[in-house]
């Protein structure tokens, strides 16, 4: 049995186009589901869905998200962590270990 790890690239889609998944960014880090770390390396996402790799490219990313303004309209709250190791999900949710895969 093999395991396949693939990167993980997110699109940010800033208009009202569809988008896999609506986030909401809190700065309340005990309402987040995930706590996530930006990373300017895809190499560092490779598998691990709590740090997320900006992808230039709508085509290239494993799924786009659109921020929301309230966390009643999102499907994901999360919060941008300074630390990758401090990343990771707080909470358990339905996303976890099915967010490169659109809904």
Not at 63 to 79: C, E, G, M, N
Request: net charge positive; proline share 1%; charged share 20%.
């Amino acid at each position: 049995m093999s395991l396949f790890l693939s990167f993980l690239s997110v699109f940010y889609i800033t208009t009202s186009t569809t988008a896999d998944y609506k986030v909401f960014v809190t700065k309340n880090r005990s309402e987040a589901d995930l706590w996530v770390w930006e990373t300017n390396s895809k190499y560092q996402s490779m598998g691990n869905e709590e740090i997320w790799f900006k992808s230039n490219s709508r085509s290239q990313s494993s799924f786009t998200v659109r921020y929301v303004k309230t966390k009643y309209q999102a499907d994901l709250i999360i919060y941008y962590t300074n630390s990758r190791y401090q990343a990771g999900w707080k909470k358990n949710h339905k996303l976890k270990n099915n967010l490169n895969i659109p809904k």
